[in-house]
C-alpha cells in the first residue's frame, strides 16, 4: 500500500487519537544494531512495543514520552499480559499479525486485577461500549491489518517462548517512566535528565507533516533535545522506504535535504543505517544522530 502524504491527516496525533496494538517499524531491527546495554532510553510510548524492546535489549531504565494520554493504559496492558498470561495466550489476545488482535474480554478478565486503576477505568469503558464486539475494530485502536511483517521480526521478546520468558523476568525488576504531552511542550522539561538512547520514531514525520517550513521547527527541537543527551549520547529517528509513499511525497523530515540541514546545525554526528522494511522488500532506515561535544553550545 502506498502512502499519500498529501492526504495524512498530520494532526492525528492528539492526546486521544487511536492507539497503535503493535509498532510499525522494524523495531528489533533497528534496536540490535545499536548498543543498548545498561543504558538510560527516551522513546515514545505508541504501543509500548519501543519500550518493551528496549528492555529486552538490556536498557537499564526506560521513559516513554507520548502526546496520546492513552497510550499509558495500553503499555500497562501489555506488561500485565506478560507476567500473567502464557505466550499462546498473549498472542491470541493481541493478535500474531497486524489483522487479528481481539483484546478478548474474557481474557482480560483473567489478569484485570494486576493494572493500575487508571487503566482499569478505561478498559472498561471500552470494553462496556463495545457490548461484546471486537474492541480492536473500535474507534480506539489504529488499523494497521495491511501491514505484512511478522510480529515476531518487530519484536524480539515474541521470537518465541523463552524470549517471552526472558521478557516477563526482565519486567520483573523494572518499569517505565511516563511523560504525557506534546513533544515541544516537554522536551524542556527534560532538561535536568541525561539520556543515552533517544528513541523518536517516526515523530518528526508527523510534526513536520507535508509542511517544508515546519523543518525549522524540527531543527529548533533537535537543538533541547541535544541538551538532554549524555556526552555519548544518540538519538535516532526512523524513515520508511520511500517506495511506500507516493511518488515525490516522501515526507519532508526524511528527505536528504533535511539530513543536511541537521548536519549543519553542527551538533551531530550524523549515520543512517538501513534494513529490511515493513514492506519486507526495500529497506527503512533510522538517522542516528550522535552528540558532538560542543562548548559554545550550552
Ligand atoms: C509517531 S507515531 C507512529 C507509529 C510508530 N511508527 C510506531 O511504531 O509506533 C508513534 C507515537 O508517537 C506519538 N506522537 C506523535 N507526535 C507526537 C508529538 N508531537 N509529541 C509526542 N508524541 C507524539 C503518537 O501519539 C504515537 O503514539
Known amino acids: 500500500m502506498k502512502i499519500d502524504i498529501t492526504k495524512k491527516e498530520s494532526g492525528s496525533m492528539t492526546p486521544e487519537s487511536r492507539i497503535y496494538v503493535y509498532a510499525t517499524e522494524m523495531v528489533s531491527s533497528y534496536y540490535s544494531l545499536l548498543d543498548l546495554k545498561n543504558k538510560k532510553v527516551l522513546t515514545i510510548i505508541g504501543s509500548g512495543d519501543q519500550i518493551l524492546n528496549a528492555y529486552f535489549y538490556g536498557a537499564e531504565s526506560v521513559t516513554g514520552f507520548d502526546i496520546n494520554t492513552r497510550s499509558p493504559f495500553f503499555v500497562d496492558l501489555k506488561i500485565q ?3 500473567n498470561l502464557d505466550y499462546g495466550v498473549f498472542l491470541g489476545f493481541f493478535g500474531d499479525t497486524h489483522a487479528n488482535g481481539n483484546l478478548d474480554h474474557n481474557t482480560y478478565l483473567k489478569f484485570r486485577n494486576s493494572l493500575q486503576d487508571n487503566t482499569k477505568t478505561f478498559f472498561d469503558k471500552i470494553y462496556g461500549e463495545a457490548t461484546g464486539g471486537n474492541i480492536v475494530k473500535s474507534e480506539y485502536f489504529r488499523d494497521r491489518a495491511f501491514l505484512k511483517p511478522n510480529i515476531s521480526d518487530i519484536n524480539a521478546y515474541l521470537i518465541n517462548e523463552d524470549s517471552y520468558l526472558k521478557m516477563r523476568r526482565i519486567l520483573l ?3 517505565p517512566q511516563y511523560i ?3 513533544i515541544i511542550d516537554i522536551a524542556p522539561s527534560f532538561l535536568t535528565e541525561n539520556y543515552d538512547v533517544i528513541n523518536m520514531s517516526n515523530v518528526f514525520n508527523y ?5 517544508d517550513e515546519r523543518t525549522a521547527d524540527m531543527l529548533d527541537l533537535l537543538k533541547v533535545l ?3 543527551m549524555t556526552p555519548d549520547g544518540l538519538l535516532f ?3 520508511y522506504s520511500p517506495t511506500i509513499y507516493s511518488e515525490g511525497t516522501v ?3 526524511s528527505r536528504p535535504e533535511t539530513t543536511k540541514r541537521v ?3 553542527g551538533l551531530f554526528e550524523i549515520e543512517e543505517k538501513s534494513f529490511i522494511g515493513t514492506n519486507g522488500v526495500h529497506e527503512d532506515k533510522i538517522t542516528i544522530l550522535k552528540k558532538k561535544q560542543h562548548d559554545n553550545f550550552k
Not at 207 to 211: H, L, S
Open 81 to 83: 499480559a506478560i507476567k
Open 173 to 175: 525488576d523494572v518499569g
Open 180 to 182: 504525557v504531552g506534546n
Open 207 to 211: 510534526f513536520v507533516g507535508r509542511k
Open 226 to 228: 541535544y541538551k538532554t
Open 237 to 239: 529517528y526512523y524513515s
Open 251 to 253: 515526507p519532508p523530515a
Open 263 to 265: 548536519r549543519d546545525l
